[in-house]
């Protein structure tokens, strides 16, 4: 593979560490000097407006469309994206070239040691429908203020008292050195988004050398597990509006799902799991999801 190779990626520092993590193992993978791949820095429609919820913004779109701009016009050679953030309906013309080992997918409490132990009342930052709608399941008492930005951010704004708490992901945290931050809430007790903590390789479908040449540093396991977290989504067809959680896990006898959907106020839910041993059965999933829940709750969702 000819180098140096360029590196697209937004520019938050939870981001341009994941990106050196990617640009470290394929380094080491591939036997390359360390400054065989550049680091692009671009900044998205997401990092520039904070103060309004992402559904305003136009969706996960705001993550991903001036890398994929950047990307097809042969600025950078390939990109990489919290998987978490990529829609789940693609271009053709970019294909998912490998995901990295999935890490810790679990959210993390910052301003209590539990859900359960904070004060009634409690204002809680999180600008995820999915964290805000499992929150208000578990908790109706607690009030959702809405809480954008990066990492440091985030814990910026808890520290001057803006809320009492917040959710961040684990992974995140732990790649940023944030290792000690917060307490981790149980996966029984909120389910994770779909495709948190797996960090994915994207290029242009027409490079079959480089997809090939990236391919070598995918996790096959991390990758089965987020193609059926992203086929239910795909099937669910909500927005970035529809509180969504989904987990899938490899076990002895195949791939384990699970998934949940709810209404932005935590009171419409419904919830499912199945063994993927047939290609379609995350599908299958999502529709037994869509067809079981409330009318209402049915509406936010196209099935």
């Given amino acids: 593979m000819q180098t140096p190779l360029r590196l697209g990626t937004r520019g938050s520092p939870l981001a341009l560490a994941q990106a050196g993590m990617v640009a470290r193992v394929l380094e080491q993978t591939h036997g390359l000097a360390p400054d065989a791949i550049t680091i692009v820095p671009i ?61 810790d997918v679990r959210d993390r409490l910052i301003g ?23 929150l208000r399941r578990l908790r109706p008492d607690l009030e959702i203020v809405p809480f954008r930005g990066n990492v440091d951010t985030r814990l910026a704004r808890l520290e001057r008292g803006e809320a009492d708490a917040t959710l961040l992901a684990a992974a995140g945290l732990d790649r940023l050195g944030r290792d000690s931050v917060g307490s981790a809430v149980p996966i029984g007790t909120m389910l994770p988004a779909a495709a948190q903590a797996a ?56 791939i384990h799902l699970r998934a949940e959907i709810f209404s932005p106020d935590g009171a419409l839910h419904a919830q499912g799991e199945a063994l993927l041993n047939e290609p379609n059965e995350a599908a299958r999933l999502a529709q037994r999801l869509f067809e079981a829940a409330p009318a209402a709750l049915r509406a936010q969702f196209s099935g």
Avoid at 121 to 131: D, I, K, Q
Avoid at 234 to 250: E, F, I, M, N, Y
Wanted: net charge positive; glycine share 10%.
């Fill in 112 to 134: 209590a040691a539990a859900i359960d132990d904070l004060p009634r009342g409690a204002r809680v930052g999180t600008s995820s429908p999915r964290r805000a709608a499992q």
């Fill in 199 to 254: 960090i994915g390789i994207e290029a242009r479908a027409r490079d079959a050398d480089l997809l090939a040449w990236l391919a070598a540093v995918g996790d096959r396991e991390t990758e089965r597990c987020i193609q059926a977290e992203r086929t239910l989504l795909a099937k669910l067809g909500g927005d970035c509006r529809s509180p969504v959680a989904a987990l899938a896990t490899q076990g002895k006898t195949g």
């Fill in 43 to 103: 900044r998205t429609g997401g990092d520039k407006v904070q103060d309004r919820p992402l559904a305003e913004l136009g969706g996960k779109g705001v993550w991903t469309k001036e890398l994929d701009r950047a990307l097809l016009a042969g600025d950078i050679d390939f990109a990489v994206h919290s998987m978490k953030d990529v829609e789940s309906v693609r271009p053709a013309s970019i294909v998912i070239a490998a995901i990295l080992p999935r890490a």
